[in-house]
Every structure is written in C-alpha cells, then in structure tokens.
C-alpha cells in the first residue's frame, strides 16, 4: 500500500535571537505530529531551519566585529544544537545561506517579475526595524506609532522598492478563505485575518535597500530580496520546487501543516497564499497559528527574571526529563487562541498528577503484581473477571479513534486525554477489581490473571499512543515489557488481544517523584 505523503514545518528561527520556550515549544508540536504520523504509516517530512538575512543580522555581526555569514555560521549551530537536545526528528534543517535556497528564490522571483507580479515603486511610510516591515500611516496610528512586538517606536523612511501586487490576489484570497474554512486555525486566528482582508490589500515590498546582507534581486543588485519574501520560500526550496534537477522530495507539497506563532500569521496567511497563487503552486492544507507563552501569570520579560531561555528549559530536563517537558507543552501549551501560563507549579502539578500518579503509578502497579502473582510473564486471558464490567477491546478501540483523529486534527492535547483516559480506567478496574486482595486466596488465580491481563494490554495501547509525546519513556516500557518495536500501523498495534501470554514482563518505574525548588 502506497504511503499517503505528509509535510509539517516550522516557522525558520531568526538567527539573531537565542532558542527560548517559543522555539522549542512550535517544534515539539510538529515533532509530536511527525512521529504519530509516522507511526501510523503515512511518509512524513518535517522540516525547520533558520532565516539568516536581514539588516538585524548585518548590524549585529558588524557590532561584533564579524561577518554577517560567520554570526549565522554561530548561532544556526546552535539551534542545531538545540534540535539535538530536543531528540527531535525533523528530516530537514535549510538555512536560507544554503546555495540550495538562495538559487530556487531567485527562480521564483524572476517568474514573479516576467508575468508581471512585481513593479518598481517608491514608499513613504513608517518602518519597523525589529520586524524589517513597513506601516502605512493609517496603520501606523493604529499601532500608536509603536512596533506591536517590540513597543519600539516606528521609523519614518522613504523607499524605492520593488514590489509584490498583492493587490491583485484581493478576489482570489477572499475566494479561497471562503471555500477552505479550515485552512487558518484556530478561528479565532482566522477572522483576524479576514478582518484585516475586508480592509483591503496594498501592494507590499519585496525587497530592500539599506542593507546589502540578503538574496540579490534578479537584474537589480542594488537592491535584496525582503527577509520575510526570502524566509516564506523555503517551504518550497527546501523541496526543490524551483530546481527541476532536484524535485525527489517535491512528492511532499502542499504543506499539511504549516505551525507558526500567532505575531507572523499576515505573513502566512495572505501574503504567502498570494505568491502561491502568483507561482501558480497549490496551497497548504492549514497555517495554524498558536498563541503565546506567558511565565507565572506574567509576559516574559528579561528584566523580569520569568523569561524561559535555554538555560531554563535545560534544567527542567535536568530535574524531570525531557519527556515531562514534551508532556507538559503538549498539554498545557498555547495551541488555542489564548496565552498559556508556564509556571513552576503547574509544571510540578501536571508531572506529578497525570505522569507520576497516573501513567506511571500504573504501569509500575500493573508490572510488580504481574512479577508477584504471575512469575513475571504475562497471564492468560480466558474471558472471565471478577467485578469491573468493562468492554475492555470496545472501549480502548474508541479512545484510540478518538486519539488518532485527534492527532491528524493536530488537536494534540485531546490525542493526549484519550490516550490517558485508557489509562485512568486501568486505575479505576484496579481499585474496584482488588487484584491484590483476590490473590490471597489461590482459587482466585485465573480471575486474578484475567484482571492483570486487561491491565497490561490497556497501558500497552496507552503507551502506543502517547509514545509520540513521550518517546523515550515508552520506549522504555516496550522493552522492559518485551513488546518489540512500532510497527509502523498505529491503528493495528492498538487492537485488543497484542499482548501474547507468557510474555516477560518487568517491573518499571517510569516517572520517579522529584521536587522543583
């Protein structure tokens, strides 16, 4: 059976920040997806980077003293560096100085250019720096004349550029929007987009003259290409849509999913679909825009002290393990419309309460009265329980689906809970069944197998679900519990009845209780 391709990417990392919670927190949502996908058979390509161009990269390597190509050099080794941290599977990391990009950028700029989607003109309007992106004046006043990221206040500049007629793609987009209703998530992302569309569209430059670190303009070397018009291309580049001696990966476009933070959605949204348009490429599935992190109920900020850089998030790896962090950004991130809190104690609650008390407590329950009453292998099930009248096989076979579908939906914390709620069930069968109290008695042997048996298969479907979240922990459990590797169909290894008789099993303990100061 032919794999059905899917393609997940990362907003790319401007260099001249240093990785925090944001970076890590957009790449563990497409690595949880990647991996589950993976897992359920389909041919998947994740792919992130970083965006190396830009006047922000050419001032600060000349503060230091450097080239703008030895800054990037740096700090793209060290996002690599963090990827690596993260155990994270990404089949691709471009980096927009790679030739591979910055010839395909220059393809696509000149089509653009021969079927009339850019013209030369001039603009007079306010500049934001931090943003490399200009404001008309109407906008301008709407922000108060400040960045809407940085607060810093607007420039006012004078520009002869080239420019994108976005313009023209007004009817389109606003065609599109309304035949794809999914295609920017959550809603309340989209009808910000459609909001600013009813407002009408102005052309936007694509490229710059008051620096000279970018993508020369075809024909026009007075002038780089536009940080973002560069950095938007490399969902494409990195496939080779533009270089027909390299289109092996091309099998992977459209996007399925492209996942960015909430401040870059116009980018994604509009400008973007426009050029496609304009390239005559088809769409992404969905461009889904997440919210923010705040740090104990408050925006981060440095001179606060609440900002969750590297440093920070290595010590919660340190103290909890990397499988925590992942559970917890899973769960409790902002993948909705509004902010999510990254405190200290919501982080020890959910550790303790869902991974300590729940999915470890239980598999470590189940394992050492396996290895007490059963010699360590894995009972029989002959169809008889004592108490507990639980469809076992339906009612896993409906958290499964429910998990599955959830996943795909990219709906990762409701993958997760029905994930979960097999394993709070197996809780539940254990306190109400009383295995151990039944085994007192040697004529309860069977019954006592029969109850041990649904147990173990429970957490076994459990922990195929949540390996995605938690790779190295279940993992962990698969060989403790000699259950053999993914099989690479999700659906199937979750069936009722894997679990052979027989089979050795050993006590774990997964998730041992610690304290954050």
Known sequence: MKQQAAYITTPIYYVNDKPHIGHAYTTTICDVWARAMRACGRDVHFLTGTDEHGSKVEKSAGERGVSPQELADENAAEFRSV????????????????????????KLIEKLAE???????????????????????????????????SGKPLVRATETNYYFRLSRYQEKLEK????????????????????????????????????????????????????????????????????PDNSDKSRYWPATYHVIGKEILWFHAVIWPALLMALELPQPRCVYAHSFWISEGKKMSKSLGNFVDLAAIQEYIGTSGLDALRYFLVTQGPLGATDADFSRSQFQETY???????????????????????????????????????EWPEFTASQVDAS????????????????????????????????????KDPANAESVGNILYRCAEAIRIAAALLEAVMPEQMTALRAAW??????????????????????AIEKVALFPRVELD
């Open 83 to 106: 990827m690596q941290l993260f155990n994270l599977t990404n089949d691709d990391f471009i980096r927009t100085t790679e030739q591979r990009h910055e010839t395909q950028v220059a």
């Open 115 to 149: 079927q009339d989607d850019i013209y030369l003109g001039e603009f007079e309007g306010w500049y934001d720096e931090g943003q490399e992106e200009y404001h008309t004046e109407t906008k301008a006043k709407e922000l108060e004349y400040k960045s809407p990221i």
């Open 176 to 243: 599109f929007y309304a035949e794809n209703p999914e295609f920017v998530r959550p809603e309340a992302r989209r009808n910000e987009v459609l909001g600013r569309l009813r407002e009408g569209l102005q052309d936007v430059p694509i490229t710059r003259t008051n620096f000279t670190w970018g993508i020369p303009f075809p024909g026009d070397d007075q002038h780089v290409i536009y940080v973002w018009i560069d950095a938007l291309m490399n969902y494409a580049t990195a496939l080779g849509m533009a270089d």
């Open 352 to 390: 303790t309460t869902d991974l300590v008390n729940t999915v470890g407590n239980c598999a470590s329950r189940t394992s050492a009265m396996i290895g007490k009453y059963c010699s360590g292998a894995c009972p029989a099930d002959t169809g008889e329980c004592a108490g507990g009248r639980i």
């Open 404 to 439: 599955i579908a959830a996943m795909e939906n990219l709906d990762l914390a409701g993958a997760v809970e029905a994930a979960m709620a097999i394993v709070r069930k197996v809780d539940a069968f254990i306190n109400d069944t009383a295995p151990f109290k039944l085994a």
């Open 482 to 503: 000699n259950l053999g590797g993914p099989s690479g169909d999700l659906r199937k290894e979750c069936e009722w009845g894997g679990l052979e008789a027989g089979t």
